[in-house]
């Protein structure tokens, strides 16, 4: 065992862990970490210690010495509407860098880590690669829907009808009241949802383990034998990159596809597989998304709320409908591979277990997960788009764009920050046919905010939902519907062609082709080679902006950002 040697080389190791509160006893039983984001930030992470609690039974009844260790996250609807969601993507990067020192300053032989989140799922994976010690990864589970199926998700929309007068304060106020009716991830598939799916894809989870519903008393008993099985990973010293790796990714985007993914997760994978030197370009999400169906019915680009997903069969059940294309026999964090676990969770009764909560709801397994002869769509969600505006790449969330917008050329109007955008929005100051394009936030812009309010207010306008997108090397919500295309690279601050798009320039979407070009200046078609003239001209007098930032964390990251399409990491 790591930590035997090290005391012998640290012998104050022992005291100061006898001053903590170990035995004698302790000291000779493997270690084991258990980190967790718990803190009272936000309901994803209030309840961890409930799960750490547990993880600790089954660790220490199993013959190990669990040690607590908390890195609490921050929210990203918290974080809404303000300055503070600049911090949101930074957060990730930090997240990852403590634990790394909590794991690397003191010896452990294994590790539990607990998270639920939109960064904290994220900047654990990141972290469990980059430490590369046997470890297990234990998703925090999802919240309830409120009356009526309420998600959280809803409330962007229901604030911008109350902008423009179309509810009540009163309305709203019930609304924000029932939202988020317990703990755990919002009830939908947004980033929290998706990074626990694919942590459990990825192997690194136990199977079944992603979105149990946090008053189903399954997700103690997982979390609790994830405690016990790690002190076998201790002693087998089963690591991280024996699981994680280039198929288990691949598997993992396929299952992305599969569940109409957030968008964010093309920040979040590649930033993970880079922790195990394994490169993620975004043309292998666009290759995979493009033979894997749309199957999963929940929302955002469906229609039921996310604990629906675990009651149907989980993330099992999805591998289950798209197994012909999956790595099956590569190994996971049981020691299995994935295709002895599947046929473990078939024989165990787990879905059984699953389905039981079903006929209460009046909701069928088929309502749900689609099977793979009858998709919800032929191809997975996302497309990755290239051309004059984005020669670097840019994402877009197609599954939940209409038709309309596909093959379509809009007139650009221009925007510096979010917060200007969303005040044209809102005053019906943009109008069909046009292009909402907000730049100058991304990584080295600002941080990578999301755009949240300004697509709710766009996809609740029902004169602007089918005829205009928005545009913008910021980020979107994983709750994000309409058009909206993100990542947009090389970003404004690098000088990318999005800094030098102006008022009236035309710009041609065409997903089908994977295509993002300007086609035209001040409203007139012009060729490929005028477009080029022009904006070599442009980029002559363009000057980048002086940054916001002369201190703190953002003034690091800002300077140290990787591209949106790379991962948004720190280098």
């Not at 604990?307 to 059940?317: D, L, M």
């Not at 024989?347 to 389905?355: A, N, S």
Request: contains cysteine; charged residues 20%; negative net charge.
């Amino acid at each position: 065992m790591k930590s035997r040697k090290l005391r012998e080389i640290a012998p104050e190791l022992d005291s100061l862990r006898l001053g903590s509160g170990w035995s004698i006893d302790d000291l000779d039983k493997p270690q084991i970490i258990v980190e967790s984001s718990y803190g009272h930030s936000h309901p994803g992470s209030a309840h961890l210690d409930k799960l750490v609690d547990e993880a600790d039974k089954g660790i220490n009844d199993g013959g190990g010495k669990a040690a607590n260790y908390y890195v609490t996250d921050i929210c990203d609807g918290e974080a809404q509407g303000h300055d503070g969601m600049n911090y949101s993507l930074v957060s990730r990067e930090v997240m990852a860098a403590m634990i790394e020192i909590h794991v690397k300053a003191t010896p452990f032989d294994a590790g539990i880590f607990i998270a639920s989140c939109d960064k904290s799922v994220p900047a654990h994976l990141m972290a469990i690669a980059r430490i590369n010690m046997p470890s297990i990864f234990i998703p925090g589970g999802i919240m309830k829907a409120g009356p009526g199926l309420l998600t959280l998700e809803q409330i962007g929309k229901y604030n911008a009808l109350y902008a423009r007068k179309e509810i009540t304060e009163e309305q709203l106020m019930s609304y924000k009241r029932d939202a988020c009716p317990d703990c755990g991830a919002c009830s939908f598939m947004g980033t929290a949802a998706t990074m626990q799916v694919m942590a459990e894809a990825l192997g690194i989870a136990m199977p079944g383990s992603a979105l149990i519903p946090t008053h189903v008393h399954y997700l103690k008993d997982i979390t609790r034998r994830s405690g016990e099985h790690a002190i076998a990973l201790a002693n087998e010293q089963l690591l991280p990159s024996e699981i994680m790796t280039r198929e288990a990714f691949e598997n993992a985007i396929m299952v992305h596809a599969a569940i109409a993914g957030s968008s964010n997760s093309l920040l979040h994978l590649p930033a993970i597989a880079r922790e195990l030197g394994i490169d993620l370009p975004p043309g292998v999400f666009d290759e995979i998304h493009k033979k894997i169906p749309f199957l999963l019915n929940i929302r955002p680009s469906g229609f039921w709320p996310g604990e629906y997903f675990w009651y149907a069969g989980g993330v099992p059940a999805i591998m289950e409908e798209i197994k012909d294309f999956l790595h099956l026999n590569i190994r996971t964090v049981t020691g299995k591979t994935v295709g002895e676990n599947l046929d473990i969770v078939r024989q165990t009764g787990f879905y059984e277990g699953c389905h039981k909560y079903l006929p209460a709801l009046g909701v069928k397994v088929g309502d749900i997960i689609k099977p793979l002869n009858h998709p919800i769509r032929p191809q997975g969600a996302i497309a990755i788009l290239k051309g004059n505006l984005a020669p670097g790449g840019a994402v877009v969330k197609h599954a939940a764009i209409s038709p309309k917008l596909m093959q379509v050329t809009l007139k650009a109007r221009v925007f510096n920050n979010e917060e200007s955008a969303l005040q044209a929005v809102l005053n019906k100051e943009i109008h069909p046919g046009e292009a909402v394009l907000i730049r100058y936030e991304g990584p080295k812009g600002s941080g990578m905010p999301e755009m949240f309010y300004t697509t709710e207010a766009i996809a609740s306008d029902p004169e602007l939902i089918e005829t205009i997108a928005l545009i913008t090397d910021g980020r979107f919500s994983g709750a994000t519907r309409g058009p909206a295309i993100g990542h947009v690279s090389p970003e404004a601050s690098e000088g990318g062609p999005i800094a030098l798009v102006e008022e009236g320039d035309l710009i041609k979407i065409d997903i089908p082709a994977r295509k993002l070009d300007i086609v035209g200046i001040s409203g007139v078609i012009e060729s490929p080679e005028a477009i080029d003239a022009v904006f070599a001209e442009r980029k002559k007098n363009w000057v980048k902006p002086k940054s916001r930032y002369n201190s703190g964390i953002l003034s690091i990251y800002t300077k140290n950002s990787a591209s949106p399409m790379k991962g948004g990491y720190m280098e």
